[in-house]
């Protein structure tokens, strides 16, 4: 995983972590100097939600080609696909 994707999945967690319980948070969300929880209750969580992440799966549409040479994936077919799968999309 690169560090940007563990970047916003961290964040995401803390966020999510946070709403359950602010104060407890705080405490839970303790990192050591090593880069992991310091709570076994949160290693577990992070594991787990890491998990959850990893098991999502898109299937996409076959390509095809447009000009009989080059394959492409129809736009509209693979935000149907994302979003079928139930998950955010964000175009930049």
Request: charged share 25%; hydrophobic share 40%; net charge negative.
């Amino acid at each position: 995983m690169s560090k940007s994707v563990e970047e916003g999945r961290r964040a995401a967690f803390e966020a999510a972590y946070s709403k359950l319980d602010q104060q407890a948070a705080q405490h839970l969300l303790f990192v050591r100097d090593d880069g992991q929880y310091g709570y076994h209750t949160t290693r577990t969580a992070w594991a787990c939600f890491n998990a959850a992440l990893d098991a999502v799966e898109i299937q996409l549409p076959e390509p095809h080609s447009t000009n009989g040479g080059d394959c492409v994936i129809d736009y509209d077919e693979c935000r149907a696909a994302i979003e079928q799968a139930g998950l955010g999309l964000r175009v930049l």
